[in-house]
């Protein structure tokens, strides 16, 4: 957390949670505090790494504009290896810079409503357990050790993205007043609905439940929005006022990412030039060969220790000759990934990238569950990426699915994530999948369920217990998904892609024509012990038997 005058540790991220849910902006509701995670002038970036894509830069370059001169990793502190972590080591202190919010503080004791600048509160760090890091009451009536004080869980936000404390003076005397306020916040102990709690000022007496601050009505309560962004430490320039609205801490409303994702394709063909394209962000700095000599005595290369220095040198002048010729363009992100994912090239292969050609297997949702139960991986460590773009496209066509491992742990380890795309087995594991989704836990709910245009369930015949994936491994967010677009279930019949006949045992029937996965075959039962092999027939997919 960073204070005026020193930083504390308040706790610990994984790089997916920074992304999908508490990036620039977002609230952290901690253990024992809340805080904001502030923008990036704040970052340290002498200890981020910087991401050599330029596809992705440009990318981002096209909707936050050309200001964006680079892409940086968050910053991470040097670990020394063997070495246990030193908390007093200023290097324990790096990471990501965030601010305490709201700055207003209840004492669950006596119940004092008080802003952090009021110097009611003080905080006690911890410098071994970041999690017991808090703030307490000073001069509190409880005997014994200082309060813990706990964070105001009300807020309020604009239209405009725009985040400020709770107006609680000028909620409490229903507008400004020039009362001198001592604040108490009545709650039960339980904190409950905003009905049961109550703002009451000592000095004049007024009292008013935080109830009415909710609801359509309740924006009339509360003042216009000045435009705070305390992340950035400003105001926005005044525009147009827009309404208050009242939120809670926490709300899962309150922060939306917008983000944008790519592979790093080899676009380089042979040993040194891709060592050489990986290595770019450092050797791009190397503006002659005694530079470049220096780099490499001082451990910044280690990868590219088996070639000399003139060998090095003439594949930075033709690395560097090659894209200052190419520029990158602001396009579509998937067309150049499946352009060398669709169009295997041997040469291309190296020690972190290699295809191998098969038979183009079809990819859907419920595919990801599937792969959870055989190779160990929980779903959130899973994400798909779909290559989907109709012949007339500019980038068309596109037809595939690709499902990668999207946090990088110890997991997986049962199977193999890459073991399951081979041909032998995937038929299984798709017929397997389609079969888990023609019936589902919460049918015939589920099974009837229709989508809302102007709601917010934007989904068909989908659920938790079937098609929902965590929504950091789905592209759309879990919407849009309908399983009787796939199969028949108990609600529906003869509209799905893939028909499902029942027996003794069941076999798919594919559908013959443009985009068919093989020729159509009669319905009829399978015997147990070929059931795998007939499967992966029925799905136009190579088998061995």
Known sequence: MTAATRKTKVGDLRPSQLLHSFGVGALLDLPNLSALVMGLDDWETAYATEIGEDRLLAAVRGQLGPSVKRLLAPPVPVETEGAPPQPFDPAALVGVPVAPFPQWMYCPYCK???????????????????????????????????????????????????????????FVHEGPSECKSVLRLNEPPTPGEATNVFVQCDTCGKRRPIASAFGRDGRYRLPVCRGRRPHLRNVEPAGRPEPLRAILLGASNSWFPVTLSAFAIPTASGKLPQLVESAWTVLEKAISREVLRAFRQIGQLPALAAFSDEELWAAVETQRLGRGEVTPEIGSLRAPEWAVLSQPDPQRNGPDFRLAPVEPPMGFRALIDQVVLECGYTAASLSERIYARPIEAEDGPMAGVLIYTAAPDSEGTLGGLVGLGQPEGLGRHVRDALEGMRLCASDPLCAEHQPVHQGTTLHGAACHGCLFVP??????????????????????????????????????????????????????????DRRDATADRDLGLPTKV
């Not at 009611?120 to 410098?127: D, N």
């Not at 796939?486 to 529906?492: H, R």
């Not at 029942?502 to 068919?516: E, F, K, Q, T, Y």
């Open 471 to 528: 929504e950091t491994s789905c592209e759309r967010g879990n919407k849009y998904l309908d399983r009787l677009l796939l199969i028949d279930t108990l609600a529906a019949s003869g509209r799905a892609f893939f028909p499902m006949e029942w027996g003794h045992g069941s076999r798919l029937v594919g559908v013959a024509g443009h985009g068919s996965l093989g020729p159509s075959l009669a319905p009829g039962t399978v015997p147990r």
């Open 112 to 170: 004092l409503l008080a802003p952090l600048g009021s110097g009611r509160s003080e905080l006690r760090p911890h410098r071994y357990h970041a999690d017991r890091t808090r703030y307490v009451h000073l001069n509190c009536t409880k005997p014994g050790n200082p309060t813990p004080v706990l964070r105001s869980r009300f807020l309020v936000a604009c239209a405009q993205g725009h985040l400020d404390d709770f107006p609680w003076i000028f």
